[in-house]
């Protein structure tokens, strides 16, 4: 019974992840989930450096990019049969692949954490990003390296021609990364990185090396960067400079920021958000990276604990049983909020389109009227009033829910 | 028998000396205090005890090795605890993974990536104990960082002596305590410290004298005198180089 | 042979100073407020884009003063309303703000200016070749990119090490209590600095517009380079910065200039290749092939070697 109860969100999980194809299954569905699986396990492989090891990186795309791009070259060789197992292997040739070379990297990287980490792994990242695109024969210059996955053994009848066939390869994959990455943290190694994060000078006097516990935690990333870097290989069937450069880097930063940095949930929120962002919202508007932006210094400004940290700020009231009484404040907060953000759209919309007329929700606008602006501006102003005028009941709510009375314990 | 043994430490930051040449030598179940004004090199002291600063010169002997200059993590692996005097604890962290953090090293954990943590209750157990010695059972599930002062200062005394080392140093264990905070503190560290070989650093004299049975006092990076707590009471160089200015009535 | 060493150490001077003038905000900030400032190429980048619009209508030289200092009010506003909000989340959190920054700046001027190249002119004033050498001509221009970044090296020396204001500031660094406490107003002082940082950088990018294009991707070449020259400068080391900013603008003009590879080397040590050989990239490879990585490589030997960089003093 134990058991089940502490396994029942993994359950949940697997379950969702098997589901999914079955409640959206046109091509682009099957596309989106297939990166947002990628997004997961590349995201929560980020986490285990920042969220849980301190150690903020701008170059994580490299093991990435690296388990890809050998991942790629073992799908050639699939075909051309130089070696010969199942496709459904090749995510533990990125991971290898990404192991090695953050055992080879972490070995002078993972001295600091700190600047002096952020500043080597950028020029780590720099430098493998610029030497992709002088190998060529390796990394195939600006085209990249395409292979073909449906080569090598079946996998029980399955030869996977089809994207969804690799949605449920990703799926699983994606399950058993997730797993394992939780069981790290629930080791010595993965709660001496958390303390090392803390407070590494203090780990020394507990009889660590914090510079080891850095490196052991960089290496298990980078093995699984490179299990996220075979999948998206799988995936797309071709692996570009771009997948190892600043651009990939950068991203997966802010998949894991904007979802939450230690929090275990947090980057798997945000590789989801991020992802559907990209995929859905750069079909209704070219400026959705604009959007990215203002998003991620919010949440940076605001919400330093991400979207994990935001829901997570609730726990004591759920505790003890007040959720209920912040439903109304949050309800009333959101109608100007809602208001204020969709003119503020509506206004970055408006003067960038060429277009006589924008449509707009269910609105035709006209961008060039004088009225139309100023109607705009004010719902903005008006709005943005409101909210400044609701948001201390709303703190208040929030706060008589949260505070624990002296006698009431906060036990887990 | 003689655990712990400087022999003509010194060091140096830049041109400027701190410790100028201390012999010390620690026994077995001792409760040594060293006392001295400010700037005496006392935390100095302790730093290079516990690795955290290279010596200049002399050798520090642990049970007859040598442990000058060797990384904190080594010499608290020898069975050398010790606290800070600034809380120094793992401030995200709760109150139960501090000293279960605490616990692993010395439980023979190394660097497992392969137990998992809940499994161990032996382990789970052990920190239980610490926590109740140290009165913190109840908080075991907040934040570190958001306990109150003498709690954190509790959990940073649980953290040094989770390990079960032979020598447990603490640096002024009840700095910024309330009178009563800090009778409780040396009620703590008397019941924790039972049977172990005890070396403090402390202002208050009343605690001094209450609690050690060897007093070594460090003037300008010098020791200028060591012996039991009587003798240091009574002795004029003491009196005239630091006692002059703070008077005591233990 | 000669006339390529020359004209290569001229242009390596020009990038140098250049990096120079970004690299001193950037030393500025981090020794004040321990910030590495992910985003100030993107207020290089904005230096550019401002001069460029008041240029079309007041001409470059309005754009050489106004650009900077709007973009040094918009440093202060980042650092009053930003920075200092996440100042307390710690350093990690400040970093990606800034880099948060660097990514909204970008989609930002995006967003005003396009994302096409800008035609961004330098004056006709100085559209004179300055000499000829070896039939060569050294553009009037670059010269006065050189006078400027030169001024601004010493102007920035003395104003730190002599005058009333420099010493506050070299006081802050250290001991930002005590000055505090001697009833400065600390949190204005960073403010100012990070403003004056940003100004300067604003001023590099007024300059370089004309010479480097002017457009969305500039902050991004520019900015990985400044970050190295930062670290192997040694953090907080204005003279370090000075001393990397021209090593690595040299080292850069060199290697482009140069003509030798491996290929070259193995010549010399009678050694042969296969044209097929699996590696046949590593033994084709020239030096100006590598120029734009030697930067990243010079920065991951130091930070190896001696990670408080060439001048630092300072360990993190």
């Keep these: 019974m134990a058991f089940i109860r502490k396994s029942s969100i993994w359950i949940v999980y697997l379950v969702v992840l098997l589901a999914l194809p079955q409640f959206f299954d046109s091509v682009l569905a099957i596309s989106i989930f297939n990166q947002i699986a990628i997004a997961i396990v590349f995201a929560l492989s980020y986490n285990m450096l920042l969220g849980q090891g301190g150690m903020l990186s701008f170059g994580h795309a490299v093991y990435f990019g690296l388990g890809g791009f050998l991942a790629v070259h073992a799908l050639n060789m699939i075909e051309f049969e130089t070696i010969y197992f199942s496709i459904i292997y090749i995510p533990l040739v990125g991971a290898f692949s990404g192991l090695l070379a953050a055992l080879f990297i972490g070995s002078f990287s993972t001295h600091k954490a700190g600047t002096v980490f952020a500043m080597i792994s950028l020029g780590i990242g720099e430098l493998i990003a610029a030497s992709s695109l002088i190998f060529d024969s390796f990394f195939g210059g600006e085209a990249g390296v395409s292979g073909d996955r449906t080569f090598g053994p079946s996998f029980f009848g399955i030869e996977f021609f089809q994207d969804v066939e690799i949605y449920y390869l990703a799926a699983a994959w994606v399950f058993i990364a997730t797993l394992f990455m939780y069981l790290f943290t629930q080791t010595p190694a993965g709660r001496m990185a958390n303390a090392v994060r803390d407070n590494p000078e203090r780990a020394q006097f507990i009889g660590y090396s914090a510079r080891k516990i850095r490196y052991i935690s960089f290496c298990a990333s980078g093995f699984f960067a490179g299990i996220a870097g075979g999948l998206f290989a799988l995936n797309y069937e071709f692996i570009t400079e771009e997948n190892l450069n600043a651009v990939t880097s950068g991203r997966v930063l802010l998949m894991a920021y904007i979802g939450g940095l230690g929090y275990f949930i947090g980057p798997i929120i945000g590789a989801v958000i991020l992802t559907l962002m990209n995929s859905l919202l750069s079909n209704y508007s070219e400026l959705w990276m604009l959007y990215l932006g203002i998003m991620f210094v919010l949440t940076v400004l605001f919400l330093p604990r991400g979207f994990a940290g935001f829901i997570m700020m609730h726990q004591i009231a759920w505790v003890r049983g007040k959720l209920s009484s912040l439903v109304m404040p949050y309800l009333i907060t959101s109608i100007p909020s809602s208001l204020f953000l969709m003119a503020c759209v509506a206004m970055i919309e408006m003067s960038h389109t060429e277009e006589e007329v924008f449509h707009y929700l269910w609105m035709e606008l006209n961008p060039s009227g004088l009225a139309t602006w100023l109607i705009t501006l004010f719902i903005a102003c008006s709005s943005f009033y409101a909210v400044r005028l609701l948001l201390p009941q709303l703190k208040d709510a929030w706060e008589r829910a949260n505070t624990i009375p002296e006698k009431e314990s906060f036990g887990k | 028998m003689t655990v712990l043994s400087l022999k003509a430490v010194r060091k140096n930051f830049g041109e400027t000396k701190i410790v100028r040449g201390v012999n010390l030598d620690i026994e077995q179940g001792e409760r040594h205090a060293i006392i001295g004004p400010n700037g005496a090199g006392k935390s100095t002291l302790f730093h290079l005890i516990s690795g955290l600063y290279n010596v200049t010169a002399g050798t520090i002997e642990f049970k007859g090795q040598e442990i000058q200059n060797k990384p904190p993590f080594e010499i608290s692996r020898l069975g050398l605890a010790r606290s800070f005097q600034v809380t120094n604890i793992f401030a995200r962290m709760n109150v139960f993974e501090n000293i279960r953090c605490a616990l692993l090293w010395p439980n023979g954990y190394n660097y497992s990536f392969w137990h998992l943590m809940g499994k161990q209750s032996e382990l789970n157990e052990k920190a239980i104990q610490v926590l109740e010695q140290i009165g913190l059972e109840d908080k075991m599930h907040y934040p570190a960082g958001e306990l109150a002062y003498a709690q954190q200062r509790a959990l940073e005394l649980g953290i040094a002596i989770a390990s079960n080392a032979e020598i447990i140093m603490l640096d002024e264990p009840v700095a910024g305590m309330s009178r009563s905070e800090a009778q409780n503190t040396v009620e703590l560290i008397r019941r924790v410290t039972a049977g172990k070989t005890l070396i403090m650093v402390e202002h208050d004299m009343n605690i001094v004298f209450d609690v050690a049975d060897k007093i070594s006092v460090l003037v300008y990076g010098e020791i200028i005198a060591s012996d039991m707590p009587e003798n240091i009471r009574a002795d004029s160089k003491v009196q005239e180089a630091y006692l002059g200015e703070v008077t005591i009535n233990a | ?316």
């Design chain 3, 1 to 316: 042979m000669l006339e390529v060493f020359i004209f290569a150490t001229l242009n390596g001077l020009v990038t140098g100073l250049l990096l120079f003038m970004l690299a001193s905000g950037l030393t500025l900030i981090f020794s004040m407020m321990g910030v590495l400032n992910f985003a100030h190429a993107s207020f290089y980048m904005l230096g550019a884009y401002f001069a460029y619009s008041i240029s079309l209508y007041l001409g470059f030289w309005a754009g050489l003063i106004f650009a900077p200092l709007i973009v040094g009010v918009l440093g202060a506003l980042v650092e009053r309303y930003g920075l200092r909000r996440v100042h307390q989340s710690g350093h990690v959190a400040e970093l990606v703000f800034t880099f948060g920054m660097a990514f909204l700046i970008e989609e930002a001027v995006q967003f005003f200016w396009g994302p096409d190249t800008k035609n961004y002119q330098s004056p006709d004033l100085l559209d004179f070749p300055l000499f000829t050498l070896f039939g060569q001509e050294f553009p009037a221009y670059r010269g006065f990119m050189i006078g400027i970044s030169i001024s601004i090296f010493i102007g920035l020396y003395y104003l730190l090490t002599r005058s009333r204001v420099g010493i506050i500031i070299q006081a802050a660094i250290t001991h930002p209590h005590t000055v505090a406490n001697l009833g400065h107003n600390v949190p204005f002082i960073f403010m100012g600095v990070f403003g004056v940082g940003t100004a300067l950088a604003g001023i590099a990018g007024v300059i370089a517009g004309p010479i480097l294009t002017t457009f969305p991707g500039m902050a991004v070449v520019l900015g990985s380079i400044v970050f190295v020259i930062v670290v192997i400068g040694g953090l907080g080391s204005l003279v370090g910065a000075f001393i990397a900013s021209l090593l690595i603008g040299l080292l850069q003009s060199y290697a482009i200039a140069s003509d030798v590879g491996v290929q070259d080397l193995l010549n010399v040590l009678g050694l042969e290749f296969d044209r097929n050989h699996p590696l046949t990239d590593l033994w084709t490879l020239t030096l100006p092939q590598v120029a734009p990585i030697l930067p990243f490589l010079l920065l991951v030997l130091v930070l190896i070697f001696r990670p408080t960089g060439l001048m630092g003093k300072r360990e993190q």
